[in-house]
């Protein structure tokens, strides 16, 4: 069996995803990502590995991706977000042609062949409120974890309208819902709601096209998602439990499989020719 490890190096948390012969998920670890991305990335591996009592010389081969990707020393290669995420989502869903991946600092949307090739991609990278920390952000201002944002959305009864079109300004009409009553349910329902809007905006600017698949750690919470589905009006593909963070990592190593099964055929090739000489 080969074992390809895919690290996927994120904003916010550093995943970890191990795969046997390309396609069985082995382990899985993920951590906050910090500041020391090096020591995060080995972190994630090892604690992968100590799962299912491994060790790093049994890896054969790492791929890293995510915006920490080069900060990895042990790789064998790194690649692209947009590329890791396209193979991460195919394998899970082979029919997925258009991606939406919310992560903490970025929204990305791209348009993938049957392939999983990426054919166009749009990203919402300059502000923040077009990503998972606004939604963050908005529950700490008012004195909620992150973990409590999926039960309080499911308490709201109507949402608050937040259209700013910056996080800056969505952050003021947070303090005027606040000071106007409204309740802390509606308030995160409505940032919700306007981090929804912006992700379909985004997907429309690569041409979407079913099946659509949703990844990154703010599709934890259920609100967002039936939020994106209502909008689409279709059935959409999200990977179950945590598995929703790992979809980068999934692909990374899927692509190290690939690409050492590639080298081990061309090393075998190169036997055989100097063999026959």
Known sequence: MTLTAGIDV???????????????????????????????????????????????ADVDYVVSTGFGRHQVPFRDVQVTDLTAAARGASLLFPDTRTILDIGGQTMKASLVDDRARVKS???????????????????RYMGYETEEIGPLIATSKDPAPISGVCAVFAESEVINHLSL??????????????????????????????????????????????????????????????????VGAIGAARLGHIRYLRHAAESASEEETSVSA
């Open 121 to 139: 991609f749009r990203l919402n990278d300059k502000c923040a409120a077009g990503t998972g920390a606004f939604i963050e952000k908005t529950a």
């Open 10 to 56: 994120g904003s916010t948390y550093a995943k970890c995803v191990l795969l046997g012969d390309g396609d069985e998920l082995i382990s899985r670890a993920l951590a906050r990502t910090g500041f020391r991305l090096s020591e995060v990335s080995n972190r994630v591996l090892e604690e992968a590995l100590d799962k299912i009592g491994l060790r790093r």
């Open 181 to 246: 009553g409204r309740a802390p349910a509606d308030i995160m329902h409505g940032a919700v709601a306007s981090l929804v809007g912006r992700a379909i905006q985004l997907m429309k600017r690569v041409r979407m096209q079913p099946e659509y698949t949703l990844l990154g750690g703010i599709l934890r919470f259920e609100r967002m998602v039936d939020e994106i589905r209502t909008a689409l009006n279709a059935e959409i593909n999200i990977p179950e439990g945590d598995l929703v963070q790992f």
